[in-house]
């Protein structure tokens, strides 16, 4: 289907379906059957490897250093981390350039893009500077 444009028509009409031919089915060969049952989680198991590793009072610190991010989805990787990450751990990044604009960043009201900085702040993530990584001991 690719190419293939849907008229606004069919956007505001057909509701029940995610496509046209999802709704033919829906109404013929697959009416007897249950459409858009309950959702099925999954997970994708990956492994990371941080960059460093070191130990600041009973927390392991994992050190992520960052020259730019490639992609948004590289970015989104790195919540993921967070989130499972064992208790007394904490992941934070060590940017090259703070200020360097996350990929596909749109232009703010006041002319910016957001920055590596501004994505880590907004993320809840600690990070630092080759200037201020030594903060990182004195926290």
């Keep these: 289907m690719a190419g293939r444009k849907f ?3 069919w ?3 057909v509701r029940k379906s995610d496509s046209k031919w999802e709704e033919k089915l829906r109404v013929g060969c697959l009416k007897s059957t249950e459409h858009h049952p309950d959702t099925v989680p999954y997970v994708i ?5 941080p ?3 070191t130990t600041v009072g ?3 610190v994992l050190i992520e250093a ?3 991010f490639a992609e948004t989805s590289e970015a989104t990787k790195y919540k993921h981390v967070r989130d499972h990450l064992p208790e007394g751990h904490e992941l934070v990044f060590l940017f ?3 200020s360097t604009p996350m990929p596909r960043a ?3 009201k006041d002319g910016t893009k957001t920055t590596m900085a501004d994505w880590a702040e907004k993320n809840g993530f600690r990070w630092y500077t080759e200037d201020t990584i030594n903060q990182l001991w004195e926290s």
């Design 7 to 9: 008229n606004g028509h």
């Design 11 to 13: 956007k505001q009409t």
């Design 45 to 49: 198991q990956r492994k990371y490897y």
């Design 51 to 53: 960059d460093f590793k």
């Design 58 to 60: 009973d927390t392991t």
């Design 66 to 68: 960052k020259g730019f």
């Design 96 to 98: 090259m350039r703070s």
């Design 106 to 108: 749109q232009v703010k």
